[in-house]
Structure formats: structure tokens, C-alpha cells
């Protein structure tokens, strides 16, 4: 009798195992079903065809496989798309390929384009359109209100949402090589297939629970142009130059301007065109002439000075000569005062508490420089969670325990919350 009860559990389990792995191959091979663009036609045909499908569902998933290591510009070489009835893959590399049905599909206002972690997507979008895809949903802030932590990955949305494994190992491909292999292109529509899932789970649980304005703030950052726009002063900033001189910033600023036109133009990364050390030595030493230009610490390549040399010293003399008034001035240092490292720890406590009983990020909640700004200036502080509903769930608390209201203690192991008397 044992021996017949421990057989049933052995074929039970084991009949499981298989009807699961059944399950995975079959929503892999579901996942895989998908068209391969490569003519203007033919895309005409897909847009068409997703224009009326979108007539019964309001949304499509979109997604973008690039290179940007060897460029200024991303290289775009895919555009993967799925509405709830088909997906495709569309080579933007193949020959003669016009984008532009694509392109007008995209920039439909009333139809909701759903991506994971679109920013980058979005960056190339909007050089190709000249503006951004109007009406987003970005399910990695999505995940964020809804209990996946900080910046969940995509592959741990659809191991958790559609129990599918996901094959990753063809993420880093090069995605500019022609013919791209069946594995690169399986694993590029599995970025837009799964995602169909992932976003209705998501909406609706939003939905369910009113934090539609939870993710909005964020989404809407996301579809400002000017998130994208490169600001030459910010890379100033970003030299980590040791002086203030105001003579030394505005060549130093130049350089910078002058770089990122050379890159912008010749579609190379900054650095390739000139390092951040060959522009801070440049600023600081100033030379004069081209045999000065030469003997530049940092200038590794000898020929630049041949190439560039006369610009350069040119540039540097023009900038050389601004008034004190005119030149960049770096961000003043705001003397503040230090910061109790208990009270910031007993905050953060506090802010993963309630991260976790309301199941929301604790980065979209409040991050770690606004809990520094909270302790410092209390209820003046002009921060995100003390406005909204980032007050109503976490602010007010943290201000209450800040003001000795409330107390944090532990009880059977658990945190939990005391009013005071």
C-alpha cells in the first residue's frame, strides 16, 4: 500500500513537472510568433493592420534594439511592436526602408504605446519624429506603485507577472550585424510579447487601487523634450574641475561646446573626440601656440595637434578674452547643516515600513537627498513628499516622527507605530 501511494505521488509530481515545462515551451513558442519587416511595404501593410486592431484594444508595446558604444547618436537597428493580435520585428537597416508608416502609427495621440524603461526608446524616437510619441505607459514606473521595488527589470516582471522563464543571454548582442541570427531575433519580440501581459496586470492593479497619479509625475518627466536635451554646462560640471578661476571655466566651457558639435557632427562619442583630462589640461594650461598645443600633457595623439591645433588655440584665446562677468561660474556650495546619521537611519526605517505595508518603491516615495532635505528644514521643506499623496501616505508621518507624535517599535519581531500622548 505505501509502495502504491509513494508510485502516485512520484507520477503525480512528475506529470506536473512535464505539463508545467509544456506550458513554458508552449508560451515561448506563442511568445515567438512574429513577423520580420524588412520592406517599406510591407511595414505599410503591418500599420495598417495594427491601426484596426487597436480599434477593439487601445494599446500596442514598443520596444528598440540600438548601439550607441561606437557613436554620438544611438544606431537604432530594431523597432520590435505587438498589438494584442500580432507582433513584428522592423529592420530600420534593411534597404530602402521608410519608417515613416511607422512613424505616423506612433505619433496617433488617442493610442496608449506601452514600453519598459523607454527613456533611451523614447531619446530615439523623438530624433526621428522630431517629437515625442504622445500618450506613454512605462511599466518599470508602473512597477515601481505597485510593489516591485526600485527599478524593476524586465525580466524580473515577466518571471513574477506571466511565470515565464526568459533568455537573456542574447541581450548584448550586435544588434547591427546582418543576417541577425533566429535566437537574437526571438529574444528581441519576447521584449514585446510578454510586455502585453505585464501591462495589463499593471494598469489594472493601478486602476484597482487609484494610483494613477502615482506614476503620472514620472511618466510626464519622461515626455518633456527637454529630459533629452544636452545641456553643455551640465558637462562643464561634470569635468570635475579643481579650480573656480573664472578664466578657466570659460575655456574649459568652450572646449566642451566645441566638442560636442564635433561629436554631434561626425556622429562619434565625446570622448573619442577630445578625453575630459586633454580639456581640463587645455583650460588650465592655455598654450598659446601650436608648439605649446604639442607638448599638452594628456595629448596622446600627435597628429590632433595638426588637425585641430589652429581651432583649438583659437577657441581657447576667444574664450580667454570674456570679461569675469560673462564667463560660467560653477554651482555656489550651500553651506547646510550636517545631518544626525540616526535621524537619517530612523527615517529611512520609517520610509521602508511604509514602502512595503503600501507596496510602493521607496525611491518613487522619497529619495535618499529628500529625506537629507526633510531632516534639515522640516515642514518648509519643498520636496515631492510633502505635497500629494506622497504626504498623505508618508510625509505626515515622517513629520510626526520628527516632532516626537509617533515612535517606531518592534512588537513579536514586527515594526509597528505608536501615537504618543
Known amino acids: 500500500m505505501f509502495k502504491l501511494s509513494l508510485i502516485s505521488v512520484i507520477l503525480s509530481r512528475t506529470i506536473n513537472y512535464f505539463y508545467i515545462e509544456y506550458q513554458s515551451f508552449h508560451r515561448l513558442k506563442m511568445s515567438a510568433e512574429y513577423e520580420y519587416i524588412q520592406t517599406t511595404p510591407d511595414l ?11 480599434l477593439d484594444d487601445d494599446f500596442l508595446t514598443l520596444d528598440t534594439e540600438f548601439i550607441r558604444e561606437r557613436t554620438y547618436a544611438p544606431q537604432l537597428c530594431l523597432i520590435q511592436i505587438a498589438t494584442h493580435k500580432k507582433a513584428a520585428i522592423v529592420d530600420p537597416l534593411a534597404d530602402g526602408m521608410d519608417l515613416q508608416p511607422l512613424l505616423e502609427l506612433l505619433a496617433h495621440p488617442d493610442m496608449l504605446k506601452v514600453l519598459h ?19 506613454i505607459f512605462d511599466t518599470q514606473i508602473a512597477a515601481m506603485a505597485c510593489g516591485f521595488g526600485d527599478s524593476a527589470g524586465y525580466e524580473t516582471l515577466v518571471k513574477k507577472i506571466t511565470k515565464n522563464p526568459l533568455d537573456k543571454s542574447a541581450r548584448f548582442s550586435n544588434w ?20 502585453r501581459e505585464i501591462y495589463t496586470h499593471l494598469s489594472t492593479k ?3 487601487e487609484g494610483r494613477e497619479s502615482w506614476i503620472s509625475e514620472e511618466i510626464q518627466i519622461a515626455l518633456d523634450p527637454t529630459t533629452y536635451e544636452v545641456n553643455p554646462h551640465r558637462l562643464l560640471f561634470k569635468l570635475k574641475l579643481r579650480t573656480s578661476k573664472p578664466s578657466v571655466l570659460a575655456r574649459a566651457f568652450y572646449l566642451v561646446k566645441w566638442r560636442e558639435a564635433q ?13 575630459d583630462e586633454l580639456i581640463i589640461e587645455l583650460a588650465t594650461q592655455n598654450p598659446q601656440s601650436l608648439e605649446d598645443f604639442r607638448k599638452t600633457r594628456g595629448l596622446r595623439d600627435k597628429n590632433l595637434s ?4 589652429d581651432a583649438i588655440i583659437s577657441l581657447l584665446k576667444e574664450a580667454s578674452a570674456l570679461p569675469p562677468k560673462e564667463c560660467p561660474k560653477l554651482p555656489t556650495p550651500i553651506n547646510e547643516p550636517s545631518v544626525n546619521p540616526l535621524t537619517q537611519d530612523m527615517l ?10 503600501e507596496q510602493v518603491a521607496e525611491k518613487i516615495l522619497a529619495p535618499s537627498k529628500d529625506i537629507t532635505t526633510l531632516i534639515r528644514h522640516g515642514e518648509k521643506a519643498d520636496i515631492p513628499c510633502l505635497k500629494g499623496w506622497r504626504y498623505d501616505i508618508f510625509g505626515k508621518i515622517a513629520l510626526d516622527l520628527m516632532n516626537e507624535k509617533i515612535a517606531l517599535s518592534l512588537k513579536d519581531g514586527k515594526l509597528i507605530l505608536n501615537t504618543k500622548d
Not at 44 to 54: G, I, K, M, V
Not at 117 to 135: T, V
Open 44 to 54: 505599410e501593410t503591418f500599420c495598417s493592420e495594427a491601426h484596426a486592431d487597436l
Open 117 to 135: 524603461a523607454g527613456r533611451q526608446d523614447l531619446e530615439i524616437f523623438l530624433a526621428l519624429m522630431g517629437e515625442l510619441p504622445k500618450n
Open 176 to 195: 547591427a550585424q546582418r543576417p541577425l541570427t533566429t535566437k537574437q531575433l526571438d529574444y528581441a519580440i519576447g521584449d514585446v510579447t510578454y510586455l
Open 206 to 208: 493601478i486602476k484597482e
Open 263 to 275: 561629436a554631434e557632427a561626425e556622429n562619434k562619442p565625446r570622448q573619442t573626440i577630445m578625453r
Open 306 to 309: 595638426r588637425k585641430i591645433g
Open 348 to 357: 529611512r526605517l520609517l520610509l521602508r515600513y511604509i514602502a512595503e505595508k
